[in-house]
């Protein structure tokens, strides 16, 4: 801030007055000119994640929204339910690293400038795209019981059980 006498200064100097103004003027549009240009940079990231099996392979942009989807031969033979979570899945992994890319062009065009503003903005993209965790995959279901040759034979269906008169020969069809 400008203190009092240094503000009765300017005031006795209109020449340094009007220098200060351009040079803070100038630091202002430096300031646009390098968040316009980390914009740019956050609006061109792009993060690509696929299924462990290759199945799915989704592209997002910074802003979380899918801008590819592929789908590998695997894919052909998912049940569309399996199909669906996989999708699901592998787009939650590529929005997962939202926060950090935009970080890191935040760093590298703005320094420590405005760390207050980045800090709330990594936060709300934190919030809406967590880190996930890596999941152990599921164990193999299990494999079907042996047979054993000590257990007894499975129960069976009672029979159905066919009155016929012997000598009936009306009945007989030959």
Do not use: C
């Amino acid at each position: 801030m400008t203190g009092a006498n240094e503000l009765g200064e300017l005031m006795l100097d209109p020449d340094e007055a009007q220098r200060k103004m351009e040079r803070w003027a100038a630091g202002l549009e430096e300031k646009a000119q390098r968040y316009a240009a980390a914009q740019e940079r956050t609006e061109q990231l792009r993060l690509t994640a696929s299924s462990s099996d290759g199945a799915v392979k989704i592209t997002v942009g910074a802003d979380g929204g899918v801008t590819d989807i592929e789908f590998g031969n695997k894919a052909r033979t998912y049940p569309l339910e399996e199909l669906s979570r996989a999708i699901l899945q592998t787009m939650h992994q590529a929005q997962a690293g939202i926060a950090g890319q935009v970080a890191e062009v935040m760093q590298e065009s703005l320094g420590d400038e405005d760390q207050e503003t980045r800090s709330l903005m990594i936060g709300t993209l934190r919030s809406r795209f967590p880190e996930i965790e890596e999941e152990e995959p599921p164990p193999p279901p299990p494999a079907p019981p042996a047979a054993s040759t000590d257990a007894p034979p499975p129960p069976q269906a009672p029979r159905e059980r066919r009155h016929e008169a012997p000598d009936d020969e009306e009945n007989s069809p030959w």
